[in-house]
């Protein structure tokens, strides 16, 4: 089983420069999330989406847009990089439900804005 | 707004020793708790997860326990292995999609 797919696995931008993260999930969830990993902050909710055709703000949206394509698929799209999104980014997915009841993590994809 | 601590950041145990890791969480009003792995450079593994109702959750050498009154959970290791060796995270859930808390972790390295 797959579970929740990221790509790239890597990346490295310049400033101002835009791209957008890939996710996808086989395991039939409603909902997905996207996540950024920081040194000394956790995990921090970038934005979520609850369900097909949802989607909405976490705790730092600023600076990234998503897109909920269909109930496989969410992406995280950064319009203008910048080097405070130097980071590793995480999709997780979890069955239908108020939140986490089980998450399922991608592995992650690892961006530098320089 | 939830507050979520792991410690200690970082712990060094001799192979075959049992273990705790903490967890400690300031709003004891959670729906659930969740303990992950993660090895470095790659995603989180989920671990075990609890449910407010539950006092403990176990699978295969690892325990979980909850206790909401006290804002702790603990995830207990027997007989810990070099395998065992990465960063165990818990998240605290307080109800609503965006409400979970993770901690930021314990990083457990098992020397042979």
């Known amino acids: 089983n797959a579970g929740v797919t990221q790509t790239p696995k890597f990346q490295v931008l310049k400033t101002g420069q835009s791209m957008t993260l890939q996710c996808a999930q086989d395991?039939?969830?409603?909902?997905m999330y996207w996540y950024r990993q920081d040194p000394g902050m956790g995990l921090r909710l970038i934005y979520y989406s609850a369900s097909e055709g949802t989607t909405d703000k976490g705790e730092v949206p600023n600076g990234y847009n998503v897109s909920r394509l269909n109930k496989r698929e969410f992406s995280l799209r950064l319009e203008s990089a910048a080097p405070s999104q130097t980071s590793v980014y995480f999709c997780a997915s979890s069955p239908p439900g108020q939140g986490s009841l089980g998450y399922t993590f991608g592995s992650g994809t690892r961006l530098t804005v320089v | 707004k939830q507050e979520v601590t792991q410690i200690p950041a970082a712990l060094s145990v001799p192979e075959g020793e049992n273990l705790v890791l903490n967890c400690s969480f300031t709003?004891?009003?959670?729906?659930?708790l969740q303990w992950f792995r993660q090895d470095p450079g790659k995603g989180l593994t989920s671990l075990l997860l609890i449910q407010s109702s539950q006092r403990e959750q176990t699978s295969g050498r690892l325990n979980a326990s909850l206790d909401k009154s006290s804002g702790r959970s603990t995830l207990y290791i027997a007989a810990s292995q070099p395998g065992d060796s990465a960063t165990y995270l818990c998240a605290a859930h307080s109800g609503g999609y965006q409400k979970v808390t993770f901690g930021t972790g314990t990083k457990l390295q098992v020397i042979p």
């Open positions: 395991m039939n969830h409603n909902s």
């Open positions: 709003d004891s009003a959670i729906y659930n």
